[in-house]
């Protein structure tokens, strides 16, 4: 098993080839470090860009395979920009396939995602739609817009190739900057489920978005 809490990722991760994320490269498994099976990340933000000339960028995970391997992101916040040069790009993760688990509990990704194919807000290319996909309050403000001129291009989609729409995921980020008529408390009530008492807060100053408190 392997346990990633309370980490902040700043800066930029680049690769020539691709498999880059914020946090983790490729997890096979549903690990970083060999055969485990199970993968938690909680309470992290990622704040870097991450950028691959060729495939497969997230905003956590670049790449995740492994039959029968559980991966949970809970209170996690993507603000860096995505971006693949060649194909796959997502929010959170690039890809995914394999019979593997995914869980995201109260997640928020504000980064922008981008490239020619399969991108996704969340994740970029569910291969097969083999994988099990669970979200519960797992947003992505319109700013995370997936753009692209190929196949599995669209902005409506949360995942690349395995759509949901908008209306499920998608969250004007105005909805969730404070503003003149948008206080704090307002942007609370937007996003359902997150704690705002201890896990996550948001300043009243005009234009502070939410964040994840230290710990």
Known sequence: KAFIENCTVSGKV???????????????????????????????????NISVKQENAGGFIGYMTGSGSTASLENCLN???VKAEGNVAGGFIGKIQNSCTLNMKYCLNMGEVSGPSYIGSLIGWHVSNTCTLNFT???????????????????DVAVGNYPLQKKETMIALTDITVSAENNANA?????????????????????????????
């Not at 309050?137 to 902005?155: I, M, P, R």
């Not at 997150?194 to 005009?206: E, G, H, L, P, Q």
């Open 137 to 155: 309050s797992v947003y992505a403000a319109d700013t995370s817009d997936a753009t692209g001129t190929g196949s599995y291009a669209n902005d």
């Open 187 to 215: 942007v609370k009530g937007k996003l359902q489920g997150f704690n705002f008492d201890t896990i996550w807060s948001i300043d009243t100053a005009i234009g502070s978005t939410p964040e994840l408190r230290l710990k």
């Open 14 to 48: 680049s690769a020539e080839l691709g498999y880059a994320g914020g946090i983790i490269g490729t997890s096979y498994n549903g690990s970083a470090f060999g055969t485990c099976v199970n993968l938690e990340i909680i309470k992290c933000t990622n704040e870097a």
């Open 79 to 81: 603000k860096g920009r």
